[in-house]
DNA sequence: ACCCAGGGTCATA
DNA sequence: TATGACCATGGG
């Protein structure tokens, strides 16, 4: 996937705390519904910790409506913000290390596994492995997993078969994302899918 | 008129 | 542990 994508530079955001926000936007919802809500709270000048926590819910809803859920999404935004705030920052949580700081998030209510981890990876650097549902789709088609597995359970597959170098961890996961989107489609065609695209480019390049 | 998208929580069995 | 319901918008 390197070899025909190309590095990726992931996660876009312009800052740790736009990877946060984006982290909570982007659950089960399109990416590019997420830069609508993302680019709302940029344009009242409010994608910081405080002014988000500053905002009544009603404001806050209009501005994430375009990434769906936005009622939920609203109390989980301000949920990880009182988190943020009541914990020190950045500053004092990248102190921690990286289990705790993972039951860290995972205590905060709307944050889930996946989310924990892409708030690891990208915003505090730590090296975990994101298994979303492309990972599970991707990686089924290729008969590594069955699919169904807890989220664990395929995560510590990953961690023990690879280095614990951060930017492979960071790479790996945005181009299983755009291979997911752009080739690895929902119901498999397997003269379209993931295992023959794949496998077919590896021969070439080889 | 469908199906899908970079999940998580809650109730139920 | 394992399903199902629910949350909600925008694109194909």
């Not at 910790?49 to 935004?77: C, M, Q, V």
């Not at 505090?124 to 590594?144: E, H, K, W």
């Not at 995560?155 to 078969?161: A, G, Q």
Request: aromatic share 10%.
């Amino acid at each position: 996937m390197f070899r025909r994508y190309g590095p990726r530079h992931w996660w876009p955001a312009d800052s740790k705390f736009e990877v946060i926000v984006g982290a909570i936007l982007t659950q089960n919802t399109n990416w590019k519904n997420v830069e609508r809500a993302l680019n709302n709270l940029k344009r009242a000048g409010v994608l910081d910790p405080d002014s988000i926590l500053a905002a009544h819910h009603e404001r806050l809803a209009t501005w994430l409506r375009p990434s769906g859920y936005f009622n939920i999404k609203s109390k989980r935004l301000r949920n990880i913000c009182g988190w943020l705030v009541n914990n020190g920052g950045f500053r004092e949580l990248q102190q921690m290390r990286t289990p705790a700081l993972r039951n860290a998030l995972l205590s905060v209510h709307g944050v889930g596994r996946e989310t924990a981890d892409d708030i690891l990876l990208y915003a505090f650097n730590r090296p975990v492995f994101i298994i979303d549902a492309y990972t599970r789709r991707i990686f089924s088609r290729l008969g590594f997993i069955q699919g169904n597995e807890d989220y664990d359970v395929i995560r510590r597959l990953f961690e023990s078969n690879m280095a614990r170098r951060l930017s492979d961890y960071k790479e790996y996961h945005a181009l299983i994302v755009l291979h997911g989107k752009t080739v690895c489609r929902p119901a498999p065609d397997c003269e379209q899918c993931c295992i023959n695209k794949l496998c077919a480019f590896s021969r070439t390049e080889r």
